[in-house]
């Protein structure tokens, strides 16, 4: 019957007029171990009432989560509170990759990965391929924890993902692509071993 709900989605990569737009620095680059390409994305989070942003830094090689951040408008702060971390805990990669969104062609945003000497690449415009291991991730989120619950508010939001997030998808949810390893096994697994000291 093709029968459809008609309704206003969110719009999550609007560019800005006189931001500067990078060029795509990942078409046919292998990616072969933890810290050589991040990404960052921007989805929606429907609640019992309303929704939240979710933005979240993924290591490309590994799919794991590095840092994330909910936020109930879609400004660069949140975003790059979540870089922030990510840099704090995991060190810097050497690609930084988003789409063109302006929260990410930002001056603020683009001068953190600046300052961290972070290659700066950004999908091609309407491009949803370029970045598809974050939507991978939104739509395993979505069908494994945010469509089963009704969040009553941004705390109760925040509190259940952190606990899908951090314990389950990246410490206990095996991924075919990655052998059966969880994110966190092939990411530290990966890791280069730091030697001991004498």
């Not at 500067?20 to 019992?48: E, F, G």
């Not at 950004?122 to 969040?151: P, S």
Request: with cysteine; glycine share 4%.
């Amino acid at each position: 019957m093709r029968i459809a709900a008609i309704y206003r989605r969110p719009n999550t990569s609007k560019p800005a007029p006189g931001h500067k737009i990078y060029p795509y620095l990942l078409r046919k680059l292998p990616i072969t171990r933890p810290n050589q390409v991040w990404a960052i994305d921007i989805t929606y989070i429907p609640m019992a009432r309303g929704f939240v942003y979710l933005a979240a830094v993924v290591d490309w090689f590994s799919r794991k989560v590095l840092a994330w951040r909910l936020s109930i408008t879609m400004d660069t702060a949140f975003c790059i509170e979540a870089v922030e971390e990510a840099v704090a805990k995991h060190g810097r990669p050497e690609i930084f990759n988003s789409d063109q969104g302006s929260q990410f062609t930002s001056t603020a945003f683009t001068n953190l990965l600046k300052k961290h000497e972070i290659a700066i690449s950004m999908d091609g415009k309407g491009a949803w391929r370029d970045n598809v291991f974050v939507e991978r991730l939104w739509r395993t989120i979505k069908y494994e924890e945010v469509y089963l619950r009704a969040y009553a508010s941004v705390p109760d939001a925040r509190a259940s993902l952190g606990r899908y997030i951090d314990h389950f998808y990246n410490a206990r949810r095996p991924h075919t692509s990655l052998d059966r390893q969880t994110p966190d096994e092939a990411y530290f697994n990966a890791l280069p071993s730091i030697p001991m000291a004498a």
